[in-house]
């Protein structure tokens, strides 16, 4: 139990409530004893993360409105359950400053969305998943359906036209529904589909795919279904030995699944935050471990980090533009910037993995704000990171 949680509250922990504050500090340190839950093995070789601690809290930050902070506070401001950052084969800080403990397993949320990403890159390295490929050619029961003629690519990308809203705080919107049919909040209508694949199978079409980026979850868990009918295995399988054993992970993870074994591959995955670490290390060295294991293929790390002609238009064309101008969001993970130097996976509720490769810097993040979205949390955390860099790779900055 986090130390600065009161007894009663966990006590009072329910479906309804789960997901809204203050209940989300001790249910998203605990969500396999709030839902259904499926294993992610690992491997019995750990990655070794070695640690050179540094005194970075201290470091002022200017945020965006001009305020100068430190970054002790930005991380007190922003709800932080734990925080770390490696850089040059090291770990210069970890923190834990409300009860969270490096072997507790965190709910990602929609971080999750970057490792299915990932494992879906291994499948087009190894021939099984074609980017170009339509998805009716893998699952042929949806070629009448709104996914039937969406390919990988609009997946990967987000670029399908189905209709799907993405507004947490509608009880109506598609989000919201998918969470009764997960088991993640009390149905409401005896009308749900009875699984997942029955209603993602079920979502229509509202305009041409391949269009603009429009951000939508079920494009994460159409991936994932994707990448079970090509490989011809589970999720949880292809998690486990295409990515989370080769990478070293320390700890087993888990998934969220619904009543038939199918994971929530867009939100659902639970890990430690030195876990989530050692996956920001692949995507700065170019799919490889801190001990040069290739984990993820090298050329697909580098188109998520390229994207290709379309990619920024696509952007560009979208609604959330104005929260990232310049920005990009290729293969399930976000460019911020039109220079491309930082690459983030982001969850609700304050989950980030933030991966700088002009600085090196690689850090993760796991929070429990109240609300979850929140656009200065994000970006003030963002900067706190940044510093972080910039104070690391002065020439008067000699690191440990």
């Not at 609009?154 to 598609?174: H, K, N, V």
């Not at 149905?187 to 951000?215: M, N, R, V, W």
């Not at 030195?274 to 580098?302: K, M, W, Y």
């Not at 980090?305 to 238009?313: K, P, V």
């Amino acid at each position: 139990m986090p130390v600065n949680q009161e007894p009663d509250l966990v006590a009072d922990v329910t479906l309804e409530n789960w997901q809204t504050g203050p209940h989300v500090q001790w249910s998203f340190q605990h969500v396999d004893e709030v839902v259904r839950t499926a294993p992610i093995l690992t491997g019995d070789s750990p990655t070794p993360l070695l640690s050179a601690p540094a005194p970075l809290q201290d470091l002022p930050v200017t945020l965006n409105d001009g305020s100068n902070v430190s970054v002790q506070w930005v991380m007190d401001s922003t709800d932080t359950d734990g925080w770390i950052v490696w850089r040059g084969g090291k770990v210069l800080a970890e923190h834990y400053p409300r009860g969270m403990q490096p072997h507790t397993r965190h709910l990602l949320m929609s971080v999750s969305k970057s490792l299915t990403g990932a494992v879906a890159g291994v499948l087009i390295h190894q021939g099984l998943l074609d980017p170009a490929r339509a998805i009716a050619s893998y699952i042929p029961a949806l070629a009448t359906r709104g996914y039937g003629s969406a390919t990988v690519r609009d997946l990967l990308d987000m670029r399908s036209g189905i209709r799907f809203s993405e507004e947490y705080t509608d009880p109506e919107a598609e989000v919201r529904v998918m969470e009764q049919v997960m088991g993640w909040a009390t149905p409401t209508s005896s009308d749900l589909p009875g699984t997942l694949y029955d209603f993602l199978a079920g979502l229509q079409q509202k305009g041409p795919h391949h269009g603009p980026f429009e951000y939508r979850s079920c494009e994460s868990d159409m991936l994932g279904w994707v990448c079970e009918a090509a490989s011809g295995r589970r999720m949880t399988d292809l998690l486990s030995e295409l990515l989370w054993s080769p990478m070293g992970a320390e700890y087993g993870a888990y998934i969220g699944v619904d009543s038939v074994g199918n994971g929530m591959y867009d939100g659902a995955i639970c890990t430690t935050l030195r876990d989530l670490l050692r996956f920001g290390t692949l995507l700065l060295h170019g799919g490889r471990s801190t001990t040069g294991v290739q984990v993820l293929p090298e050329a697909f790390i580098t188109d998520t980090w390229l994207g290709d002609s379309e990619s920024a238009a696509a952007f560009a064309n979208s609604p959330t533009v104005h929260l990232m101008p310049g920005g990009m969001y290729r293969n399930q993970c976000w460019f911020p910037a039109a220079d491309r130097s930082v690459l983030l996976c982001l969850g609700i509720h304050g989950q980030m993995v933030y991966v700088n490769r002009v600085t090196g810097v690689v850090a993760a993040k796991m929070s429990s704000w109240a609300d979850p979205q929140h656009a200065w949390k994000l970006f003030s955390t963002i900067r706190a990171f940044d510093t972080i860099g910039i104070h690391l790779t002065t020439p008067l900055h000699h690191q440990p």
